[in-house]
């Protein structure tokens, strides 16, 4: 047999032998659908699904204590080879003094920047780089984390770099010039955006200028912070008696507590920090007005609402799911978007707090001439659910839309343990996540309708517009609205403020 014949005879043996292994796979597959075909509900809504079988696991299987008394919580991962870390720390800007507004985030911000121990900031950079670990430290309003990412075999290193970071930050002084520069550079755009002022104006309105909720800082008061000011927040924060610790990842749980006691050993305990104070400005309802040369106005209105763990919370978040928090199912999305086209996006938000009554707002952008009539539908809508219950199938969406996503506050390890830290800090209920569903499926249309009258008098709330007033105040061509419908008319004008001083503009 010649050369030519074998490769002949061989290629078409190979083409019997997919031909054959293609027929197998498509009696195999046309099986398949056939079986699934018969599956398939003629209609999406008539599919079925399983309920939902989802338990919050217990914190106290994770929470494990320190000789030293440091709070830790610990879960094993072992699909990566890595290692998280965060610790929490209470205090955050509710401890800035009164006269260096934003001292708190410039001094986390320079404990991860501003060099460790003896050494500079470059070198500490450089080390974590080659290391492979990412290390982050974040003041937010009442408490500030220190997190850090590493590979498990790093870890020994990364962790000791870190808690040098956390115990001896260098505020390197070259280092404190740079980031107060980029910082005043960054205020000098604070008017740049309509929404970053409607924020700043609607905060002082709420909480008052002197309350840590709507303190900013300005070019003066960046100027003030010095090492001498870093060390002593840094001091009243940062220690083992202020902090919880969560770390997860490719550890064994008895080793790795090993390693952080001795890691902590010898890092003095001081008190702990205070807790925010409440703020003493009451919102007074009326109409305001900051002006700015834009084409849509800006909008927020509300009032002051709740705390946290008031018995009337839940039922507020599915009152406030249906009104507008809920997208595209939310009556004020419905109304305001779908049905008129006055706004892209309109939404309410529902922001608790836990030492004192957050604040419940509704906030829209559009255009010049039909601010007035969105503003109208919005209120409107406010006070129709105030006035009659929600239907049966708005009530039923609402609660199957917090039930649902419930499982996602515990997505992963991580995330998992820093509720866990959460809810210590903040001392919620031990067996709060695991009633929470019950809780939420307890409640009624009366309860909605009897919140709603409690919360939600538009009387009592204050509307804010960012905008061109006299393209605003008119109203729309149709003669549906005009700003003078809210308030009999009276408007108070607030004026614009210089970026860096905030003091008001000419």
Same mark, same amino acid.
């Given at each position: 047999m010649s050369v030519l014949s074998s490769t002949w005879s061989l290629t078409r043996h190979r083409e019997r032998t997919t031909g054959l292994l293609v027929a197998f796979a498509l009696v195999v597959l046309g099986g398949v659908m056939a079986s699934t075909a018969v599956a398939i509900p003629p209609r999406p809504e008539a599919i079925e699904f399983q309920p939902l079988a989802f338990q919050p696991p217990p914190a106290g299987e994770f929470r494990k204590v320190l000789a030293d008394g440091t709070v830790v919580y610990v879960a094993e991962s072992h699909e990566f080879p890595l290692i998280n870390l965060a610790i929490t720390f209470k205090g955050g800007s509710s401890l800035d003094p009164a006269s260096t507004p934003g001292l708190a985030s410039m001094m986390a911000r320079m404990v991860r920047e501003g060099g460790a121990g003896d050494m500079t900031p470059a070198l500490v950079d450089e080390t974590l780089d080659f290391l492979a670990t990412e290390v982050s430290v974040v003041a937010g309003a009442t408490f500030t984390t220190a997190s850090m990412n590493a590979l498990a075999k790093n870890f020994d290193e990364s962790l000791q770099l870190f808690l040098t970071m956390l115990k001896a930050p260098a505020f390197n002084q070259q280092r404190l010039q740079v980031v107060k520069a980029r910082?005043?550079?960054?205020?000098?755009?604070?008017?740049?955006?309509?929404?970053?002022?409607?924020?700043?104006?609607?905060?002082?309105?709420?909480?008052?200028?002197?309350?840590?909720?709507?303190?900013?800082?300005?070019?003066?008061?960046?100027?003030?912070?010095?090492?001498?000011?870093?060390?002593?927040?840094?001091?009243?924060?940062i220690h083992p008696g202020n902090m919880i610790v969560a770390v997860s990842g490719d550890f064994a749980t008895e080793a790795m507590l090993e390693k952080l006691s001795k890691a902590l050993a010898g890092w003095e305990r001081g008190p702990e920090a205070a807790a925010p104070a409440p703020p003493?400005?009451?919102?007074?309802?009326?109409?305001?007005?900051?002006?700015?040369?834009?084409?849509?106005?800006?909008?927020?209105?509300?009032?002051?609402?709740?705390?946290?763990?008031?018995?009337?919370?839940?039922?507020?978040?599915?009152?406030?799911?249906?009104?507008?928090?809920?997208?595209?199912?939310?009556?004020?999305?419905?109304?305001?978007?779908?049905?008129?086209?006055?706004?892209?996006?309109?939404?309410?938000?529902?922001?608790?707090?836990?030492?004192?009554?957050?604040?419940?707002?509704?906030?829209?952008?559009?255009?010049?001439?039909?601010?007035?009539?969105?503003?109208?539908?919005?209120?409107?809508?406010? =006070?129709?659910?105030?006035?009659?219950?929600?239907? *049966?199938?708005? &009530?039923? #969406? @609402? $609660?199957?839309? %917090?039930?649902?996503?419930?499982?996602?506050?515990?997505?992963?390890?991580?995330?998992?343990?820093?509720?866990?830290?959460?809810?210590?800090?903040?001392?919620?209920?031990?067996?709060?996540?695991?009633?929470? =569903?019950?809780?939420?499926?307890?409640?009624?249309? *009366?309860?909605? &309708?009897? #919140? @709603? $009258?409690?919360? %939600?008098?538009?009387?009592?709330m204050a509307i804010l517009v960012v905008g061109n007033w006299e393209a605003i105040a008119a109203g729309d061509l149709e003669k549906r609205a005009s700003m003078e419908q809210f308030f009999g008319g009276k408007v108070e004008h607030l004026p614009l403020r210089d970026p860096l001083t905030l003091q008001p503009l000419p």
């Open positions: 910082l005043v550079e960054s205020l000098k755009q604070r008017n740049d955006n309509a929404s970053s002022i409607l924020a700043r104006e609607w905060k002082a309105l709420l909480y008052g200028w002197d309350h840590f909720e709507a303190s900013q800082p300005t070019a003066a008061s960046v100027e003030g912070i010095d090492q001498a000011a870093l060390k002593a927040l840094h001091d009243q924060i003493t400005e009451v919102l007074a309802a009326g109409l305001y007005h900051v002006p700015k040369d834009i084409p849509q106005g800006k909008v927020v209105l509300g009032k002051r609402a709740i705390q946290r763990d008031d018995p009337d919370a839940i039922p507020f978040e599915l009152l406030n799911e249906i009104l507008g928090a809920g997208g595209f199912t939310s009556r004020l999305m419905q109304k305001v978007r779908s049905n008129e086209g006055l706004a892209y996006s309109v939404r309410s938000i529902l922001a608790e707090r836990t030492d004192y009554p957050g604040a419940f707002q509704a906030t829209f952008e559009s255009k010049n001439a039909t601010v007035a009539l969105a503003t109208k539908i919005v209120l409107d809508e406010i =006070r129709a659910i105030r006035e009659q219950p929600v239907t *049966d199938e708005e &009530l039923e #969406v @609402a $609660k199957q839309g %917090l039930i649902e996503t419930f499982p996602r506050q515990f997505e992963s390890k991580p995330q998992t343990l820093q509720v866990f830290v959460n809810d210590e800090w903040t001392k919620r209920p031990a067996d709060y996540w695991q009633t929470y =569903r019950e809780k939420v499926r307890a409640v009624t249309k *009366d309860d909605l &309708l009897r #919140v @709603a $009258k409690k919360y %939600l008098d538009p009387d009592q």
